[in-house]
Structure formats: C-alpha cells, structure tokens
C-alpha cells in the first residue's frame, strides 16, 4: 500500500497492557499445579523468589503443552487506524477473546472534498490507479452532495467501497492474539490483514520479547509446527523452505516411525476409554 495523495496509512500502536503479564501466566499455570495457594505464589513472586529466568522456562514448557485458559489472563490493547473496510470484515470474524470498537459511518460526517481510501498496490502494478483514485472522486462527490441533500450518515455510506478506510481500538487475549498469528501471518491470509496482525506482533515484540516469541503463523516451531494449507500452497509459499508440509511428515512417519498411523477404529475408542490415568 503505498502512500499518495488521499491514501490512508495504516498504524498499529499497543496501548497498553496487562501489568505483569510474565508473572500473570506464571502464576495462572503454577496455581493449578501447586500446593501452595496462588497468594503464596504471588507472595513468592514479589520476594523474588522466583528468578524471571525459571518464570520464562516455566512458561515456555507450559505453551508447548495444550493446557491454554491460562493465556486468556493476559490482555493487550492496541490502537488501529487507516485500514480498509475489506480487512475490518475479517478482522471481526474474530470473536472469542477479542473486543473491537470500530470507527462509525453511521456517527462520522465524512466531510473531506476526497474521500480517503486504502489502494492495493496490484492496481498501481497494473496501470489503473488512475482510474481507481477517479472513481472514489465521483464516490467522494456524491457522497458530499448526499449529505448536502440531507441524506443521513447513515444513508449516505451505502455508496463508500471496500476501499474505504476505517479505525480500531482493540482489546484481545494472548490465547487468541495466538490464534490471530496462527491464520493472519500464514501467506493464505490477505495481504492487509496479514500485514497488520505482523506490526501488531512487532509492537508486542518492542515490549515483551519472551511473549511474542510465541506469535508465530501455525507452521512455526512455537506454534503446530508444519503446514496443514494445500501442497500447492506451501510449495509457492516462501516459509515453506523452512518448515514442512504435514504429507510429508506423515510420509516419513510410515517409512521411519517406530509405531504406524493408521486410522482410529472403535477398537482404538474402546482402548482410550479404557486406559488408566497416563
Ligand atoms: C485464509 C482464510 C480464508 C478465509 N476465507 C473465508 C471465506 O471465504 N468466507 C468466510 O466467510 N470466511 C473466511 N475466513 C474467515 C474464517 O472462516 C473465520 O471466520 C475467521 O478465521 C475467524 O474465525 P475463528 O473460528 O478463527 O474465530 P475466533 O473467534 O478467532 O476463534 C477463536 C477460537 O475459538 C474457536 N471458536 C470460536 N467460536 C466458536 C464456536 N462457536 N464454537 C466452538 N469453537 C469456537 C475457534 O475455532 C478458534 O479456535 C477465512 C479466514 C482465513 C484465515
């Protein structure tokens, strides 16, 4: 997306987080293996009894495991502007952990003489920039002629495209920031959203390294580690020279694996249902 005359840029800032956020996983996962009560955790943790070093390495084995409620005790804030219309209907897909406010085209008067707007940069490749910018000029013209005629906002806008930017203020959960990363910085998603969620990451990262670490697309070796996406997908993807495809994985299992993957029979249900604690 490139900046002219009228584009809108994105920014992504973090506002503010949870305080602690380190000790705040720590001492969620520590009171459901624990004998001591989470007061006394915390009271370990304020004498620091407790280096940052064993609360890091504590929390880094716990995220490789499936036991994730705890991620939803920490919270993250992030103010979000100049993105389009086209990325807002995806990004609120999103909703479990995950609150948006969003920009009003009911409430804003959009009164600018052009409107602004978010242009892919695949129309400037193509040549028909000019023609794109043209017509949000007549879109920008009628919508002030239609709020001059009285029409309401909220009649107004049914003439604003796609392109048409807009504004967040955001509050999500480590669990699902987690997840976000998982689908949003995997090339299948869209170039916007996708390049929104990487500066929601890299605001993370400027203050809490040891979480972000963790904000990875699915294929990464924090998160499931291989890609599940279509062979052809991951062959033209450019993560796909370092992380594997699950085929291929299942692949080398049968030829080396010291035990087979066969599909799961009522024999096998019967077994789980019948085993003994681990
Ligand atoms: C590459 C890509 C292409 C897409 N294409 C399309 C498309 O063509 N059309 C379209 O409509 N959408 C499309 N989507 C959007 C997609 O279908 C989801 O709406 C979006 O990813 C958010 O859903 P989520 O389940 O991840 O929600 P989240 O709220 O982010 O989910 C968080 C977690 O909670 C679970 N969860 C959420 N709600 C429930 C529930 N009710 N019951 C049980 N578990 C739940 C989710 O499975 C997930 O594990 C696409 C998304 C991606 C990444």
């Not at 809490?208 to 998160?223: T, V």
Request: hydrophobic share 40%.
């Amino acid at each position: 997306m490139s900046d002219g005359p009228n584009q809108a840029r994105m920014e992504v800032r973090l506002i503010d987080y949870a305080r602690s956020p380190l000790e705040k996983l720590y001492a969620a996962f520590r009171t459901c293996y624990s004998a001591d009560s989470p007061i006394e955790i915390w009271q370990k943790i304020e004498a620091e009894k407790i280096s940052r070093e064993k609360i890091r390495e504590f929390i880094g084995e716990r995220l490789k495991t499936g036991h994730a409620s705890p991620l939803e005790q920490v919270v993250f804030w992030f103010a979000i502007s100049g993105v389009s219309r086209s990325l807002s209907h995806q990004f609120v897909r999103h909703r479990i952990g995950i609150s948006f406010e969003q920009q009003s085209q009911r409430y804003v008067r959009f009164k600018q003489d052009q409107l602004a707007f978010v242009m892919p940069e695949s129309w400037s490749r193509a040549q028909l920039d000019q023609e794109f910018a043209g017509l949000l000029g007549q879109i920008s013209e009628l919508y002030a002629r239609a709020l001059k005629a009285g029409i309401p906002a909220e009649d107004a806008r049914f003439i604003l495209p796609n392109a048409a930017p807009t504004n967040f203020h955001v509050m999500v959960n480590f669990a699902e920031m987690l997840h976000i990363c998982d689908l949003r910085l995997c090339v299948r998603a869209q170039w916007e959203i996708r390049r929104m969620v990487a500066l929601m990451r890299a605001e993370i990262k400027r203050v809490l390294p040891e979480i972000a670490l963790f904000l990875q697309p699915k294929c990464g070796e924090n998160r499931m580690g291989y890609c599940d996406e279509s062979r052809a997908d991951w062959e033209k993807c450019p993560l796909g020279r370092v992380r594997p495809h699950k085929a291929d994985l299942f692949a080398m299992y049968q030829q080396y694996g010291r035990r087979k993957a066969e599909p799961l029979g009522e024999a096998e249900f019967k077994a789980v249902e019948d085993q003994e604690q681990l």
